[in-house]
């Protein structure tokens, strides 16, 4: 449990707002080379793994980036302003910090609202300590990219920290990678880039690998907090089947395998409709012409936040069920 929260830590923390993803890829490589039997990053940055079998082809998707903020402008006085990589609540930016690639860091702070006036990012600025314009543009440039400086909290079963979505989803593919021991299927791990805008990665890996299956690993939100939405998710409930979002309806074969494959390994699994949000398998499942896809989840709260929260249980097995699933007859379609 202690290495794979050192893990966790190292590839949570690890820079790489949507678009800057190299960095989580190098890292990613030196934790799988060895055990798979090709390694290639393609043109859009994807990094795609190949463990060989006999059998069908399956696509393992999970995102390599993390929302964040790319600058805009950088006014007289050193202040940057900057526009959303991703879904990005202005609310809980306010007060919090974010870094640069070049470890430069700022706080994000506000203009004054009247009375009854919403946040909006527009009104929104980083202020990375700079005395003035010429001061800020030897640290940062227009076109810079930031993410959410903060380490990983361990609270015991619980972790928090920033980009849980969706690295976590990463380190269950290294780790599956790592324990998968009689694969039916050959398996083409995809660390994809650019999902938070619009699953990017998704659709030109899908494309080029040309799965029979497709399964992606996100995270997904939970109904477990006090007067939170109404979901039947769980923090430690287990890893989710998915049933359907706003990018994918699973395939119905695809849901009965998993759960099936879950319940003969006595793994915990909850069943997932997440009715706001979708995930890599939205673009997988539309490629050429159409690959059955499924989803599993991890729980996670304070999903787009500096703060998400997810349960070390639900990691372990994830990864029991995704090695399973790989070590499992796929269904006829
Ligand atoms: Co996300
Ligand atoms: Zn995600």
């Known amino acids: 449990m202690k290495d794979l929260k050192a893990l966790i830590e190292k590839i949570v923390t690890a820079y790489g707002p949507t678009g800057s993803e190299n960095h989580v890829a190098e890292l990613i490589t030196k934790e799988i080379e060895p055990y798979v039997d090709s390694i290639r990053i393609d043109p859009l940055g994807n990094l795609i793994a190949v463990k060989k079998a006999e059998g ?3 696509m393992l998707a999970a995102h390599m980036d993390e ?9 007289d006085k050193g202040f940057l302003r900057f526009a959303p990589l991703g879904g990005i609540n202005p609310n809980v930016l306010l007060g919090t ?3 640069f690639a070049n470890g430069t860091r700022g706080v994000y702070g506000s203009e004054r609202l009247n009375p009854g006036e919403s946040l909006t990012l ?3 600025y980083i202020d990375i300590g700079a005395k003035d314009k010429e001061d ?3 640290k940062v440039k227009i076109g810079d990219s930031a993410g959410a400086d903060y380490p990983m909290v361990d609270l015991g079963d619980r972790l928090v920290s920033k980009a849980m979505d969706d690295r976590i989803a990463c ?16 398996s ?5 880039v650019q999902e938070e805008v619009g699953l990017r990665g998704a659709r030109t890996s899908a494309y080029s690998v040309d799965p029979d299956y497709g399964i992606a690993i996100d995270v997904t939100r939970t109904g477990d907090t006090p007067k939170g939405i109404t979901m039947d998710v769980s923090l430690g409930e287990g890893p989710t089947v998915k049933v359907r979002d706003s990018s994918i309806l699973c395939h119905p074969k695809m849901i009965a395998f998993m759960k099936e494959v879950a319940e003969k390994e006595e793994i915990p699994y909850q069943l997932e409709i997440l009715e706001a949000g979708g995930t890599d398998s939205g673009a997988i499942h539309l490629t050429r012409s159409g690959v059955p ?6 729980a996670c709260r304070y999903i787009h936040t500096p703060s998400e929260m997810i349960d070390i249980n639900d990691v372990t097995n994830g990864i029991k069920l995704m090695t399973k699933i790989l070590e499992s007859e796929f269904p006829k379609i």
């Open 171 to 186: 380190v269950i593919l290294i780790e599956t990678i790592k324990q998968l021991k009689n694969p039916k299927v050959e």
């Open 97 to 99: 910090r974010c870094v």
């Open 56 to 58: 069908p082809k399956v």
């Open 122 to 124: 527009a009104k929104m």
């Open 188 to 192: 083409h791990f995809v660390f994809t």
């Open 293 to 298: 896809s499924g989803v599993m989840s991890i």
């Open 67 to 75: 929302i964040g903020i790319m600058v805009t402008h950088i006014d």
């Open 136 to 138: 800020a543009a030897q």
